[in-house]
């Protein structure tokens, strides 16, 4: 009876040793924060010919591996630098001086973006992390040549968060990464809350490079990315969507455009402005903006290709007059600018609509709607994604706009 007694006392025993001895090995590959490079910002630039020059033996010998028959990369990194992050309000300050002292903005060449990463390494002591990588700047060229050698590795990367932002820049990627605004000491936070507050404000959509990445993934949609330029004050501004077709951009819109992509596809918050003349009579206008957006977009095959209906409804609501010398006073002239605003809308999206026509680059998925409601005609008539963007220039879009003005504000007259 005591051995049995003793036994199950032992068993037990080693059942809570086996339960406690995994969590003690928790920390055995642990790195210290002051061993790593936190990596919160990446650029890459088509680099010009002649770039190898700077390169050094680092990940291949010169001339005795090949090498890749395409133009050099330029990638440069934004590093914190330890103990300089601003941690609250009262340690804030912006300036030139305050940003170039807490980060460190370094940058390399290299064949692929492994190859200069791998020869950035060689330049810094601390291990490259990029658990909090929030920006992914890439120049409009490199857009242009095509982006699939940085979207496999940074997908094949576990550190790499997909909700970073990724943002094609007019111009030199490495210059918006050495920007320094004067409300932000972390440029490269600057850059995230800037497209963080365009969701917020109705600006822009939510797309990380997580649902970038899915998009170009999807057979009957293709991928968007904020087009950004930077300033003469240092400042980013949102110039419209960078659209692709695969991996390649193919065109970009105006930042009027974002408007009338967010009205296709029934985005929410609204948040642009317009000029609406009353009358014809520029003396007579009011500028409105749209406080909440619905839409509903219906697929069918009309002559033997796909045919969309694309319902939207707005509400908008008056900001001000631009003059005092009329009045808005009768429920005529509110119906005049609801008509107005509701033709200026249907305009704006079937432009848009007709540039990614153009540009073989459906971003609104209308191939996904045909995917998911018309199942038989893309199995036989579809199949592929190249074959949807063949057909997408030559399908029939109806766009009908509806809208209603909610409010005048306090002062009408």
């Not at 001339?63 to 395409?70: D, I, K, M, S, Y």
């Not at 200069?116 to 810094?124: I, S």
């Not at 918050?269 to 619905?294: C, D, E, H, L, Q």
């Amino acid at each position: 009876m005591m051995f049995a007694a003793q036994f199950a006392k032992t068993i037990k025993l080693l059942i809570v040793i086996g339960m406690v001895v995994p969590v003690l090995t928790g920390c055995w590959d642990r790195l210290e924060i002051e061993e790593r490079a936190v990596v919160l910002g990446i650029s890459v630039d088509l680099e010009k010919p002649g770039a190898a020059k700077e390169e050094s033996d680092v990940s291949h010998l010169k001339g005795a591996f090949p090498v890749p028959n395409q133009r050099m990369l330029r990638v440069a990194v934004q590093i914190a630098l330890p103990g300089r992050i601003p941690l609250g309000p009262g340690e804030g300050g912006g300036g030139k001086g305050g940003s170039e002292g807490t980060v460190w903005v370094i940058d390399v060449v290299g064949h692929t973006l492994d190859d200069a990463l791998m020869n950035l390494q060689q330049q810094v002591s601390g291990r490259l992390f990029f658990g909090h990588l929030r920006v992914i700047v890439v120049s409009e060229a490199l857009a242009r040549h095509g982006l699939q050698n940085l979207n496999d590795y940074l997908r094949r990367n576990p550190e790499v968060r997909r909700m970073a932002w990724m943002m094609v820049s007019k111009g030199s990627a490495l210059e918006v990464m050495r920007a320094a605004p004067e409300l932000e000491r972390v440029p490269s936070l600057y850059l995230m809350s800037t497209l963080d507050n365009a969701v917020r404000l109705g600006k822009f959509p939510v797309n990380y490079v997580g649902m970038f990445w899915s998009n170009t993934s999807k057979k009957g949609q293709e991928a968007f990315l904020p087009y950004v330029e930077i300033r003469k004050e240092q400042n980013i501004q949102v110039q419209g969507m960078a659209i692709f077709t695969y991996d390649k951009m193919v065109g970009s819109t105006l930042p009027f455009d974002i408007a009338a992509y967010m009205g296709i596809k029934g985005l929410n918050p609204a948040g642009y402005r317009g000029f609406v003349p009353i009358g014809n009579n520029p003396s007579r206008t009011v500028t409105i903006y749209a406080t909440s957006r619905k839409s509903m977009i219906k697929a069918s095959i009309r002559n033997g290709k796909p045919y969309f209906k694309v319902s939207i409804f707005t509400e908008i609501s008056m900001e001000e007059k631009i003059s005092e010398q009329f009045s808005i006073n009768s429920s005529d002239i509110l119906k005049e600018i609801e008509d107005t605003n509701r033709k200026a809308l249907k305009k704006a999206c079937e432009n848009l609509i007709e540039k990614t026509q153009k540009a073989h680059s459906d971003i609104f998925g209308f191939g996904e709607y045909v995917r998911a409601k018309l199942p038989n005609y893309w199995n036989k008539k579809v199949i592929t994604k190249g074959a949807w963007q063949e057909m997408y220039p030559n399908v029939d879009v109806e766009v009908t706009v509806n809208t209603r003005m909610r409010r005048v504000g306090m002062k009408a007259k």
